[in-house]
C-alpha cells in the first residue's frame, strides 16, 4: 500500500499474526474488538478498504487539476462550429461532445464528474435532476450550461421532428451576442423521451434514436476533446474575430509564420473530424 497505515493497527497486526495489508470487513471486526481503536484509525482503515470513487475519471488526467479545460474547449469547439465552412455533420458532433465533455469533466470545472458508463447510461429523467449542478461562466461561448441546451435542442429535434429538421439545425450558428442560451426554455422538451444521452451520429447525419454510442466511440470523443485542448487554437471563421486574430498574429510574426500557425490549426480540426467521423461510422 502507498498510503501510511495507522501505527495502532500495524502493532495489532504484528502481535495477531496478521499480514497489514489485510484489509477486510472480518479482520477490522476483530481489530476492533481487540484494540479498541479511535473511531478515526476506523474510519481510515474502511476508507482504504473501500476508496472514494475518484472523480471524473474520463477527463483528460493532464487536464485534471486545470480548472479553465472545460471553458477553453467550448471555446475552441465553438470557433469551429461557428465557422460557416464547417460541415453540419461536423457540427452536430462537436455539439455531442461538449455536451460529453460536460458530463466527465470534474465539477470544478463546471461538469458532473461522471464515468464512461455513467455518461453513456445517463437517463433523460437523472439528466434533468442534475442539469442544475452544470456550471455557468460570464461568456456565452465558454458556458457548460449553454451548450448542454444545444445538445439537448439537437437530441430533441431528433426525436420529435424530421431528419430535415435535424439537418437544419446542424447547418444553424450560434448567435453571436452576450445572450446565454441555457437561459430560454428548451425549444425541444422532447429530449426527456430520449433513450440515451450520447447516441451514434453516422455519416449522413442520421443520429440513433434507441441506442447509446457504443464505449469505444466514447473514448475517441475523449481523445477528440484532449487533441482540441492540447492542440493550436482553431482559427475563427470571418469576421471580427478573424480579423482581430490576424492583426494580433501580424504583431507578432511574419505573414509565413502567421501562415503556418493557421495551416496547423486547420490540420487539428481536420484530425478531430477524422477521429469522430472514424469511430461513428463504426458504430
Known amino acids: 500500500m502507498t498510503t501510511a497505515l495507522p501505527e495502532l493497527w500495524t502493532d495489532w497486526c504484528t502481535v495477531a499474526g496478521?499480514?497489514?495489508?489485510?484489509?477486510?470487513?472480518?479482520?477490522?471486526?476483530?481489530?476492533?474488538?481487540?484494540?479498541?481503536?479511535?473511531?478515526?484509525?476506523?474510519?481510515?482503515?474502511?476508507?482504504?478498504?473501500?476508496?472514494?470513487?475518484?472523480?471524473?475519471?474520463?477527463?483528460?488526467?493532464?487536464?485534471?487539476?486545470?480548472p479553465n479545460s472545460l471553458q477553453r474547449l467550448i471555446q475552441r469547439a465553438t470557433a469551429i462550429i461557428q465557422h460557416p465552412d464547417t460541415h453540419w455533420v461536423f457540427r452536430l458532433r462537436l455539439r455531442r461532445m461538449l455536451f460529453a465533455a460536460v458530463l466527465l469533466a470534474p465539477p470544478s470545472h463546471g461538469g458532473l464528474g461522471l464515468d464512461r458508463s455513467g455518461a453513456l447510461r445517463l437517463p433523460p429523467d437523472a439528466m434533468n435532476?442534475?442539469?442544475?449542478?452544470?456550471?455557468?461562466?460570464?461568456?456565452?461561448?465558454?458556458?457548460?450550461?449553454?451548450?448542454?441546451?444545444?445538445?439537448?435542442?439537437?437530441?430533441?429535434t431528433n426525436y420529435g421532428w424530421s431528419h430535415g429538421s435535424v439537418r437544419a439545425l446542424g447547418h444553424r450558428r450560434d448567435e453571436e451576442g452576450p445572450a446565454h442560451r441555457h437561459l430560454r426554455p428548451d425549444p425541444n422538451p422532447d429530449w426527456h423521451l430520449c433513450v440515451g444521452m450520447l447516441p451514434a451520429v453516422d455519416r449522413w447525419g442520421w443520429i440513433d434514436p434507441?441506442?447509446?454510442?457504443?464505449?469505444?466511440?466514447?473514448?475517441?470523443?475523449?481523445?477528440?476533446?484532449?487533441?482540441?485542448?492540447?492542440?493550436?487554437?482553431?482559427a475563427p471563421g470571418p469576421?471580427?474575430?478573424?480579423?482581430?486574430?490576424?492583426?494580433?498574429?501580424?504583431?507578432?510574426?511574419?505573414?509565413?509564420?502567421?501562415?503556418?500557425?493557421?495551416?496547423?490549426?486547420?490540420?487539428?480540426?481536420?484530425?478531430?473530424?477524422a477521429i469522430l467521423r472514424e469511430f461513428d461510422n463504426g458504430r
Open 210 to 234: 434507441y441506442h447509446s454510442m457504443h464505449p469505444s466511440s466514447l473514448s475517441a470523443v475523449i481523445s477528440a476533446a484532449a487533441l482540441l485542448l492540447d492542440g493550436p487554437e482553431p
Open 129 to 156: 435532476r442534475v442539469r442544475g449542478q452544470i456550471g455557468v461562466t460570464p461568456e456565452p461561448d465558454a458556458c457548460p450550461a449553454c451548450v448542454t441546451w444545444s445538445w439537448l435542442d439537437v437530441l430533441g
Open 18 to 66: 496478521v499480514p497489514d495489508f489485510r484489509l477486510d470487513e472480518p479482520t477490522l471486526t476483530l481489530f476492533s474488538r481487540q484494540a479498541d481503536p479511535p473511531k478515526a484509525v476506523l474510519a481510515s482503515l474502511r476508507r482504504l478498504l473501500a476508496p472514494e470513487p475518484q472523480t471524473a475519471p474520463a477527463w483528460p488526467r493532464r487536464r485534471r487539476d486545470d
Open 239 to 273: 469576421g471580427p474575430a478573424a480579423a482581430a486574430m490576424q492583426a494580433s498574429l501580424r504583431r507578432q510574426m511574419s505573414r509565413e509564420e502567421e501562415e503556418q500557425v493557421l495551416k496547423r490549426a486547420d490540420e487539428l480540426t481536420a484530425r478531430v473530424e
